[in-house]
């Protein structure tokens, strides 16, 4: 990405087009953080199971789905030579139903109003289904696909599996099908979701940018090729599994074992990379990848010998630190390349460097809140203490805001250049 050859300006979308979903995901984080701490405080309603769905829906769709869709829009140019032609209104249109389809499916949870779960599925299933879809129809017109490419079909095909799947859920919970499946579906649409798509795109992500960021060696050529097919393979043998009523506890343990490969063997390509400088980025990838880590073998050992009750939180919430710390990586990487990048191809004689942008003090300043986070959410799922939890919550909402900040101020930076600055005439 931060190569210039065979990315031009042309095949790059408008910086508005990713940014925007980047504030947006900050700004769903934060109120999540927001929702937290009230709860945390002066304890809201008394309903566990809207509660959770609400928690899990803003993480997974208002944080992660936003920051996936605004990184993949930059990204499928870069890594995979797709240009989607309209980027400005498309990914407008994407944008929009994601907000309203969300807003929709809270309102849903927590009022339990038939109507609203049928406009939620139709609405927020339309806009999933059409930025994936969207996405997908480029990734199929190219001819010679880069592992990164290919996992990007993988990732975007789990995506569209989950939706369907939670389309199923959220008519059965509306009472508008019978759902005798429902069950099996809630796994299978969980499996989709998180191993799926949010882990698939991370491992296609992390097969070009891991090396080209921190100049490493590169992955075995083994599991570049085959690792993210074989994990789609093992969901779709897990769905079908769960559908006939069979316990796929074989499937998950072959999961967790890939996963944990292939995190061991990314730490150990960033321990050798060629360019030992301190960067927090590396730190993000680091604490990830142990992260990852950590919730297989929470995973493997539970479908094995079986783990304590209190102890398996941990690995949902390990899992959620391993997406946000990635997420968070490549933020920090993505955003200052992208104002130097159209600045400078734009001809502004002042064009920011990237340190001028987000300087790498800052995002170290954030990993330390991330990690304070992360700490505070164990503490408070192992003693069960309000004062962690609350504690917890304030730094959750300090962490999404201290991203906002930076990436709104990123966007003032750029639009002031724009204004305020000379051109270089050609």
């Known amino acids: ?21 980047f504030i947006t995901a900050s700004i769903f984080g934060l109120f999540l953080g927001a929702y937290l701490t009230v709860d945390s405080l002066i304890d809201l309603p008394d309903n566990a199971y809207a509660f959770d769905l609400i928690i899990v829906h803003l993480l997974a769709l208002g944080v992660m789905a936003s920051f996936m869709f605004g990184a993949l829009f930059q990204m499928l140019p870069v890594l995979a030579g797709v240009v989607i032609k309209m980027p400005q209104k498309k990914s407008t249109i994407s944008h929009l139903l994601l907000i309203m389809g969300l807003t929709l499916q809270l309102l849903a949870f927590i009022f339990t ?8 599925s139709l609405i927020l299933g339309m806009g999933l289904l059409h930025t994936s879809t969207l996405m997908l129809k480029e990734l199929f017109k190219i001819n010679d696909h880069s592992s990164s490419s290919k996992g990007m079909i993988f990732a975007l095909s789990s995506f569209s599996i989950a939706i369907m799947l939670g389309i199923y859920l959220l008519l059965t919970l509306g009472g508008y099908i019978q759902g005798d499946l429902f069950t099996q579906v809630k796994t299978a649409h969980y499996s989709f979701a998180l191993f799926g798509w949010i882990s698939l795109l991370i491992i296609a992500v992390s097969f070009q940018v891991v090396e080209m960021f921190y100049v490493t060696p590169k992955y075995p050529t083994l599991m570049s090729r085959y690792l993210i ?37 990314t730490l150990h390509r960033l321990y050798h990379r060629r360019r030992p400088t301190s960067d927090a980025t590396v730190w993000f990838w680091r ?26 939180p941990l690995s949902y919430l390990s899992f959620i630190g391993f997406t946000l710390s990635i997420v968070f990586a490549m933020i920090y990487k993505i955003i200052p390349f992208l104002v130097w990048f159209h600045l400078s191809n734009q001809g502004y004689m002042e064009a920011p460097m990237m ?24 503490g408070a799922m192992l003693l069960n203490t309000k004062a962690l939890t609350a504690l917890a919550s304030i730094l959750t909402m300090f962490s999404f805001g ?23 005439e050609w």
């Open 287 to 312: 604490l990830g990848m142990g992260l990852l880590l950590l919730t297989m073998l929470i995973t493997l050992l539970d479908n094995t010998i079986g783990v304590d009750e209190s102890i398996k």
């Open 355 to 378: 340190h001028d942008v987000i300087h790498p003090k800052r995002a170290k300043i954030h990993f330390w809140i991330h990690s304070l986070m992360l700490l505070g959410w164990t």
């Open 402 to 424: 201290w991203l906002l900040y930076h990436s709104v101020m990123a966007w003032k930076k750029y639009r002031y250049t724009q204004k305020y600055t000379e051109k270089i």
């Open 113 to 120: 109003e038939p109507l609203l779960y049928l406009l939620t």
């Open 229 to 265: 097919g074989l994990l789609f393979i093992l969901l779709l043998l897990k769905l079908i599994a769960l559908v006939i009523n069979f316990e796929p506890l074989a499937i998950d343990m072959v999961i967790s074992l890939l996963l944990m490969s292939y995190a061991t063997i």
């Open 1 to 21: 990405m931060f190569n210039q050859g065979g990315l031009s300006l042309e095949q790059a979308p408008p910086i508005s087009v990713v940014l925007k979903f």
